[in-house]
């Protein structure tokens, strides 16, 4: 066999493609990408929804039945949250920034559980 004909083979011109296809292909490729994107994004919106689902659940099973939160700040850095009762005002419970933050990632844990398990149910909020 000769060289010559293994680099001719190997390294024969391929067709050109015209402008009006190589359009096509790019805008084709921009489509499927800005479809990829946009299925991320909505990935990334779903997990953020599922968060903000599983910390609501978490305070309300922290604050209790009839109740609402409070948050006040007690110095620059600092607040206190309290469970005020909805019908009375009345402060039922309260807590510092740190203690109701390790309060909220325990309870959110078991949220977690009882989703997995099968045994929360969506409610009408």
């Known amino acids: 066999m000769e060289v010559g004909s293994l680099n001719s083979a190997a390294f024969s011109?391929?067709?050109q493609q015209?402008?009006?296809?190589?359009s096509a292909a790019l805008a084709e490729s921009r489509r499927?990408?800005?479809a990829e994107q946009q299925q991320r994004a909505a990935e990334a919106q779903t997990?953020?929804?599922d968060r903000l689902a599983e910390v609501r659940e978490a305070v309300a099973r922290v604050l209790g039945a009839n109740?609402?939160?409070s948050i006040a700040r007690t110095s620059a850095f600092?607040?206190?949250y309290r469970a005020i009762d909805v019908d009375t005002g009345e402060v039922i419970n309260e807590w510092p920034?740190?203690?109701?933050?390790d309060l909220i990632?325990?309870?959110r844990e078991d949220v977690r559980t009882d989703v997995d398990a099968g045994a929360l149910l969506d409610r009408v909020a």
């Open 13 to 15: 011109p391929r067709p």
């Open 18 to 22: 015209t402008g009006e296809e190589r």
């Open 32 to 34: 499927q990408a800005n």
């Open 47 to 49: 997990r953020a929804s």
């Open 67 to 69: 109740t609402r939160l």
């Open 78 to 80: 600092d607040f206190v």
């Open 97 to 101: 920034q740190a203690v109701f933050v």
């Open 105 to 107: 990632r325990g309870v």
